[in-house]
């Protein structure tokens, strides 16, 4: 059989699954969308977690994909073991299967047995299966399972082993959905067992390398409750999970994942560089090995937005390209040299994963940059990093101080996990604990650091109760409450639950937050940077302040409030009402969003992607990818465009349609952003104001069109005017800009107006001759500075003459020692000109002057003096002072406290002492 490629055996993963009914759905963003619990995503789970809390449905039931995932942080820390073997990864891809409530164990251990043993031809004999039996005895033995498997063509029956909780049990979390696992192992043949010939646990979920878990087929069928109660799930699901490195190194029969073809053009890159023969790089494969990697992941961390930095996410990034960086030194890479391994990463990957492509130019360049920054202070760093080093030995300890760390870091950029490496190098150790609780008191003082939030879907099962109950009483249908924020600002209806406490309640008081359940609600719910409606419920004699709003379970959105006036009552007509004229501020600076994001691309370029925003009544926020600030002529011009595009009265048109179509016709997607099979599309359509009436809206180009579930206006002359309050920078790589549109960009230039017209009053101009007469009072200025300076240097000059008289003869040396008052750096070397006029030959001068504390110190030799051993520099040296120069002119200072006198009185000392 061929050898297939990585690239090729990801795709007959993927089509095999499709030709048996699967969507093939993209994977998701790095950088989990909707999730603030995970730092990354780190498993092929994430992306369909909501589907099996059951607050999120698909139009499919089955799916195949390949995640991108990545483990270098929490409990999911892969970092340490990489480059130390040929199987941990930071980044890597999960090959995945599932089924939700379609499909079960026969259909998925079925397939997996084709695809193995017949699309890739796995020899039968040698792959082995594991089910689970409860090592407590409490959970049914999955026998479904191992009869499936006993009954696959070609299956050796005696190859199915029985595994407890730790192998082969699954659970989302402490309670809730869970089940049995089945996993897949291959036998790799003694050759590869690392303990060959030693005695030890030989066999699948043993001690040693013969047996490898190829597969993990997860069949979610129970709900585990708190009391330990077991029952089954009405739907049951199957979620499975193969390491995509592993196959590859499986199917290509390498003993490595790096010696996989998916790292043959990284190492190529690599050895081209270091000169080294495969023999020489294969001697000392670590290195080879972590960059491969942390470039990868450097990479693909880019490509979704996550650039260098000091915090979470961005650390992460920065960390893994110095590590790289550093490990580059250890096989002679003193230059940057990352980008060019990133090239290889995006040839091999940039196929299937368009995004790499697509920010090229934005990943190398932010490797060589992160890589310079880290080249200018790695040396500090590491020197003091072995000074410490040395210190803990001679005090007989093993474990560097973590805030000591943390200071190398905050000074040198040296990330904890490069320390950690260059002491475990030497037998020592770190202590991250420390480290951390350093980073955490840093951030906090400097205003970051914010918590990650508390896990969504909490009180889902609540809901979920209360709906199946609304359900019944056919109070809501199957999809339980409309939600249209598009149409419906004003919406009638019953009350058909009240919650307060966490309790629901039939009836709630005056004061009480509460939380409502309407048939259908126009609120907004916060999303996409946009920020949730406010507004007012009221009944025919009662009200209720609504606050927020929020999706609490599938199917279930709740208005959250409180009780102004009346007692509300389950039951009661009721009307919820959107506050307009907020709302509609909101829509001037979601639109207006659009439009910048427009702007910034055509004058900034491609790589000004969204990496953040808030569009909130008052203002908007917008952060993009862009590693330089903008210039003045270029903040002006986005405003200018936006501007444009309000005054051209731009068709603002929603419609929506397949995610694939509106990504086929080139809209807009957001990174980190969690998109559904159906999405809304934004249009901004250029102006056809001066068209004929009939023409219809495809006749028309698009001047933006992005996925947004977002409110818009329906033309952009609605927004009134844009303006521009900040630009300035919100992380390493992002900027942010904040503007105004609106009834806000008009009071923002109403107080400025007012502030110009005081300004005008102070000066006694009109307001248009401000700036000049700014430029007058600065002229004036700085003509006097220049007189004061003048006057100084004149008095310096006079204190000096007198100074001269007192000149001292030193054996036959002309010698001034003296202090100026007043006086800078200029005026003092004016002075030692005028002294070397009057002493061509046989003069020495040292002059100091103190002004708001600080000391200038100059001296001056004749050269017929240098030339007999007497130096400037020698001369401040000796008097205690710091500096230096040339031998016959020298500039320092004299240490805080000095006293100028006694300095002054060591000159005489000092020449004598030179000149024997
Ligand atoms: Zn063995
Ligand atoms: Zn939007």
Redesign the pocket.
Known sequence: MKKLTGNEIRQTFIDFFVEHGHTAVPSMSLVPGGDSTLLFTNSGMVQFKDVFIGTDKKPYTRAVDSQKCMRVAGKHNDLEDVGRDDTHHTFFEMLGNWSFGDYYKKEAIAWSWQLLTEVWGLPKDKLYATCFEDDKGDIPRDDEAADVWKGQPGFDPSHVLFFGRKENFWQMAEFGSCGPCSEIHLDLGEER?N??GTP?K?GVN?E?T?YLELWNNVFIQYNLFEDGRLEPLPAKHVDTGMGFERIVSVLQGVDSNYKTDLFTGSLDVLRSLTGHTEKEMLADFTPYRVICDHARSAAFLIADGVVPGNGGRNYVTRMIIRRAARFGTKIGLNEPFLAKVAEAVIAEYGNFYPELEKNKATILDNLTREEIRFARTVEAGTAHLENLLSELRASNSKTLDGHKAFDLYATYGLPFEISRDIAREQGLDVDEAGFNAAKEEHSKASGGGKAMGKMGGEDAEFFAGILKDLQAKKKLGANGVEYDPYNSPRVEGEVLALIVNGESVSSASLDDQVEVILPKTGFYIEAGGQVNDTGIIQGDDWQIEVTGIRRASAGVIVHIGEVISGHPKVGDKAIAEVDAARRHNIMRNHTATHLLHKALHEVLGDHARQAGSLVAPTHLRFDFTQPDAMTPEQIERVEKMVNDAIAEDMPVVKVTKSLDEAKKEGAMALFGEKYGEIVRTISIMESGSLLPADSKLSDFKKYSYELCGGTHLDRTSDIGAFIIVSEGSAAAGIRRIEAVTGRGAYELINKRFKTLKQAASALKSSVEEVPAKVDVLQDEISDLKKELANLRTQQAMSTFHLLLAELQKVKDANVLAAEIPNADADTLRALMDKFREKYPQNGVCVLVSVADGKSTLISTVTEDLVKRGLKAGDIIQSIGGKGGGRPNMAQGSLPDGTQVEDALGKVVKAVEAKLK
Request: charged residues 40%; glycine residues 12%.
């Open positions: 067992d303990l060959r030890h030989c043993g040693c013969r």
